[in-house]
Nanobody, 138 residues
Framework: QVRLVESGGGSVQAGGSLRLSCAASGPTYNRYRYCMAWFRQAEGKGREAVAIVDNDGITTYAEAVKGRFILARDNVKNTLSLQMNDLKPEDSAMYYC??????????????????????????????WGQGTRVTVSS
């Protein structure tokens, strides 16, 4: 079992910043074998991956947040943070921290032109936090 506890979130005006944090714990959690991620789900929409970091430390982002969001993993403290800058109203959503054994994670492969292939997580193998709401007003 893996326990994920989120903090941060709140309300901010467009162009502002927020920082989300997630602390991982539990008898089966192993920072060298788990990928971690932030997902979000807006009202009336499906859940989407915002940023994922694998056990090798490779991070990929959704196109909508590239250049604005920064994912950081601390393997000493077993935490995952998401710094969100230049927030837009369309970033408003419930944000969820997720962790999954590397068997359920894919992507992060080097691409010929540079960069890495986008990560995906098989949600059937994911553990989830309780969620934290982010509201961005225009």
């Amino acid at each position: 079992q893996v326990r994920l506890v989120e903090s941060g979130g709140g309300s901010v005006q467009a162009g502002g910043s927020l920082r989300l944090s997630c602390a991982a714990s539990g008898p089966t959690y192993n920072r060298y074998r788990y990928c971690m991620a932030w997902f979000r789900q807006a009202e009336g929409k499906g859940r989407e991956a915002v940023a994922i970091v694998d056990n090798d430390g490779i991070t990929t982002y959704a196109e909508a947040v590239k250049g604005r969001f920064i994912l950081a993993r601390d393997n000493v403290k077993n935490t995952l943070s998401l710094q969100m800058n230049d927030l837009k109203p369309e970033d408003s959503a419930m944000y969820y921290c997720a962790a999954a054994h590397k068997l359920y994670c894919s992507g992060g492969d080097s691409l010929p032109g540079g960069g890495y292939s986008r990560h995906t997580i098989d949600e059937r193998g994911a553990y989830w936090g309780q969620g934290t709401r982010v509201t961005v007003s225009s």
